[in-house]
């Protein structure tokens, strides 16, 4: 989906006297879309996407020494270790590209990591100002285990597909760069299930831990990628 020019530049005057470090992060169960649509809002806003299953991904695909023990965690639909996502995230958020703010996709995805997060903010910003939201995709459980299964994503772009909602022009080719679509490993229905249950255990508490902080908007996650992104605009210019 293309981002219209009018939105951008209302977008862009409303924010233009206000000059403060936007960080967003977004919560939601696996395959609510909202890795559809961060990446969407980062390419809008012009901020960094940082998605942790990408970046663990990619630790594991050049087999580092944290990327191996990532594998053993993300194979079971465990979470990774605190720690080591936290360094991964802090280097991240410390790279020039995110001076000005950034999209968290991912992370944090605990409560403890939400204060780690607090720590590495502060350690990284200093007295710059922050305007921070925490975005909740909310969304029936029922649809996400089919959203998941039928899920093919470009290793090359990075483009996310559905087989049955959002199907490529060429079956298996991404429209965007030709390149073969693959399954994550993680994608299949036992997995999912496992998933599951460590986002209800362990994300879903951060609901009112960013509520109680008066940060906390929630978006409507049902329909189309236009319904939800037009409502994620709304939430974003508010
Ligand atoms: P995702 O691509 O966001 O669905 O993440 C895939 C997998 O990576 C998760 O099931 C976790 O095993 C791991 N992962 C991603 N982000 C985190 C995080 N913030 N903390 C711990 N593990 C994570």
Known sequence: MSISTESKKTYINVEKS????????FL???ACGKGTQTAMLAEYLGLPHVDTGSLLRAEIKKETPNGKVAKSYIDKGNLVPVELVASIIKDRLSEDDCKDGYILDGYPRSVEQADMLDVINSDI????KVDFKAIYFDLN????????VNRRSCPNCG????????PTKVEGICDK????????????EEIAKARF???FHETAPLIDYYKNKGVLKTIDAEGSIEQVWERLLAVINE
Not at 18 to 25: A, G, H, R, Y
Not at 177 to 188: E, H, M, S
């Open 18 to 25: 206000d000059v403060m470090k936007k960080e967003l992060i």
């Open 28 to 30: 939601g169960p696996p």
């Open 125 to 128: 910003n200093g007295a710059t």
């Open 141 to 148: 459980q029922d649809i996400l285990i089919s959203r998941i």
């Open 159 to 166: 483009e996310i597909y559905n087989i049955k909602f959002k």
């Open 177 to 188: 760069c030709g390149t073969a679509l693959v399954q994550r490993k993680d994608d299949n």
């Open 197 to 199: 249950e460590t986002y």
